[in-house]
């Protein structure tokens, strides 16, 4: 193709795109208004444009992509399940490719975890988990546990019932009349703590107001919803060591499931394949996504113990089915794309790799931490959230109209890479397979672009 066939191609695609789509957490007033980046195709750790030009994928294609992009093994992994079949269902039916990935992925999961109910997106997983935590209390006579414990930020996906235990105020409030009531606690946010502590001396004291939100609703709690270890979109909020061991205590105390988001922090993120291992903690459920295809299909499984799952047992008259259900659950094409990147990531020891590499990254960010304009680079493994603020030592956040997170991950653009903010924490999450010379790329790019956007910003602001 000739640049000027490209250049038209291009024109074509975004008259069709700004007459057709809309996109999801856009705001799509600007969007029309701008040119878009149109991705046509990838390689590795690029994404490549409809005019050729090469970007590193700063976050994995919102935070999924595990072994870079066009990976071999995957590809053909999905091009042989191809020529068996493309879907069938799992009501009432098995299929080969579902039950090889659900073996495969117990293989992966922490211990106590043996049962894999498919569905097709984080927010589905998380929907589930609330359902089946909600009638497995009910199943077992203890009918007055059907209320959730979250925490503020919480970020769980956006159906209503993922809406409902997450804390997000800008993404959820205008839902709010729409939502189930939930038990809210105090979020473990170091850097901004909401209760005016300094850790370690506070002895995490955000985690007994988790407890004294239990005892007051004694015998009424089915479960704590919990993203273990880092609430990722409300900024990489990283947890005090212990405190998730802290959450499986008081679940158990108080005789309520402990569910587990790691829809984000699987697949090696955090630098083991699940965020609760580092704590070794066993969830009652536990949820995945984005990473479990490697970033390739939408798939997604909730995962619980035997304890739950016989709950649910009894003859058909007796309805303790779990009725719940979605076409896709366990689409064989995703299942086989699923079970290949499991298998790469036990192969080729991908978790192992990301302590390495997530210092590699963080040494590259060393220049950052001296910033004016960076209050926190908070780093578990390979997920980054760096919070600038407009004064360093007062921690004052910048006026939130002018976006200096927006216009970082814009500066990165014509640098070469990807980012996309959440609020004024610019995020990177490399896929784990990014190579330590891409990541020092990485690093590069988003410093330069971080003093872009914030010279501009204090300038601006002053
Ligand atoms: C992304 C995310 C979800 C939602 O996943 P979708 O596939 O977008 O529905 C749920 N929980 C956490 C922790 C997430 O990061």
């Given at each position: ?17 700004h ?7 856009t705001?799509m ?6 040119d ?6 990838a ?5 490549i444009?409809?005019?050729g ?5 700063g976050?994995?294609?919102l ?15 999905i ?13 009432g ?18 211990p ?15 929907e589930?988990?609330?359902k089946?935590?909600?009638q ?11 209320e ?18 997450g ?13 189930f ?19 370690p ?16 609703r ?41 569910v ?8 090696g993120?955090?630098?083991r394949?699940?965020?609760?291992e580092?704590?070794?903690v066993?969830?009652d ?10 970033g390739?299909?939408?798939?997604a ?20 089915t ?5 076409t ?17 990531f ?21 220049a ?17 959230g ?13 006026p ?22 959440l ?22 790019i988003?410093t ?10 204090a300038g601006?602001?002053?």
């Amino acid at each position: 193709m000739t640049d000027d066939e490209r250049a038209e191609r291009h024109r074509r695609l975004r008259a069709a795109d700004h007459r057709h789509l809309w996109h999801p957490f856009t705001p799509m007033q600007e969007w029309l208004a701008e040119d878009p980046l149109i991705v046509d195709r990838a390689e590795g750790s690029y994404l490549i444009d409809t005019l050729g030009r090469r970007y590193l994928d700063g976050v994995s294609s919102l935070w999924c992509n595990v072994h870079g992009h066009r990976v071999p093994e995957i590809d053909a992994a999905i091009r042989a399940q191809l020529e068996r079949v493309g879907h069938s269902t799992l009501l009432g039916l098995a299929s080969t490719a579902s039950i090889e990935c659900a073996e495969e992925l117990i293989g992966h999961a922490p211990p106590g975890l043996t049962r894999v109910f498919f569905s097709d997106a984080g927010a589905t997983a998380v929907e589930i988990a609330i359902k089946m935590a909600f009638q497995h209390h009910q199943l077992r006579g203890d009918v007055a546990r059907k209320e959730f414990v979250t925490l503020a930020g919480a970020y769980h996906g956006d159906t209503l019932g993922a809406v409902s235990v997450g804390g997000i105020d800008l993404f959820h409030r205008i839902f709010r009349p729409l939502l189930f009531e939930v038990q809210r606690a105090p979020q473990p946010y170091c850097y901004r703590c909401p209760l005016g502590r300094a850790w370690p001396g506070c002895a995490m004291a955000c985690a007994d107001e988790v407890e004294r939100v239990f005892a007051a609703r004694p015998g009424r709690i089915a479960a704590l919803v919990i993203e273990p270890r880092v609430q990722g979109a409300d900024g990489m909020i990283v947890q005090p060591p212990g405190y998730l061991r802290r959450m499986r205590e008081i679940c158990d105390r108080h005789g309520a499931l402990l569910v587990c988001d790691e829809v984000a922090t699987g697949w090696g993120r955090t630098g083991r394949t699940f965020a609760v291992e580092h704590e070794g903690v066993a969830p009652d459920i536990l949820t995945t996504a984005k990473g479990i295809t490697g970033g390739y299909l939408p798939l997604a499984a909730t995962l619980t113990t035997e304890a739950v799952f016989e709950s649910f047992l009894g003859p058909p008259e007796a309805q303790r089915t779990f009725f719940h259900g979605h076409t896709y659950a366990g689409n064989p094409l995703a299942c086989a794309a699923a079970t290949a990147s499991m298998r790469l990531f036990r192969e080729r020891g991908v978790g192992a790799a990301v302590p390495a590499r997530a210092e590699a990254l963080a040494g590259a960010l060393g220049a950052l931490a001296g910033h004016p304009h960076v209050g926190e680079i908070r780093q578990r493994g390979l997920m980054v959230g760096i919070e600038l603020v407009r004064d360093r030592s007062s921690r004052e956040r910048f006026p939130a109209a002018l976006r200096v997170g927006h216009r970082a991950c814009m500066a990165a653009r014509p640098r070469g890479a990807i980012l996309r903010p959440l609020g004024d924490v610019v995020v990177l999450m490399p896929p784990l397979s990014m190579t330590p010379a891409e990541l020092g790329e990485l690093a590069r790019i988003a410093t330069a672009a971080i003093d872009e956007a914030t010279a501009a910003a204090a300038g601006g602001a002053a």
